[in-house]
């Protein structure tokens, strides 16, 4: 069983910047990949970004340029670095281990952007 506790989450003004952390623990053997998914109400959910076990990344085409991801191994646990924040960033974000066999969820935080 892996915990994921997300952190970071909150009320910014559009262009302004926020960061997001998710620890993970318990029982993890081997990371695949870590990462976030988010959901913006009454819409699909959608991934945002991941960094796999080698380093690379993935971004949504919306976030890139704005949003960097990255993770401290050592502590299981990854970031998301989010700038220039627009309206249509507001949601739920999801942190998420992957280890090949399961993946595991954190219960979200809010990110909401507003004037």
């Known amino acids: 069983q892996v915990q994921l506790v997300e952190s970071g989450g909150g009320l910014v003004q559009p262009g302004g910047s926020l960061r997001l952390s998710c620890a993970a623990s318990g029982n993890i053997f081997n990371i695949r990949a870590m990462g976030w998914y988010r959901q913006a109400s009454k819409k699909q959910r959608e991934l945002v970004a991941t960094i796999h ?3 690379s990344t993935n971004y949504e085409d919306s976030v890139k340029g704005r949003f960097t991801i990255s993770r401290d191994n050592a502590k299981n646990t990854v970031y998301l670095q989010m700038n220039s924040l627009k309206l249509e960033d507001t ?3 999801y942190c998420y281990v992957d280890e090949g066999l ?3 969820w954190g219960r979200g935080t ?3 952007v507003s004037s």
């Open 102 to 104: 399961r993946r595991s």
């Open 110 to 112: 809010q990110v909401t």
């Open 53 to 55: 076990s080698g380093g």
């Open 91 to 93: 949601a739920v974000y």
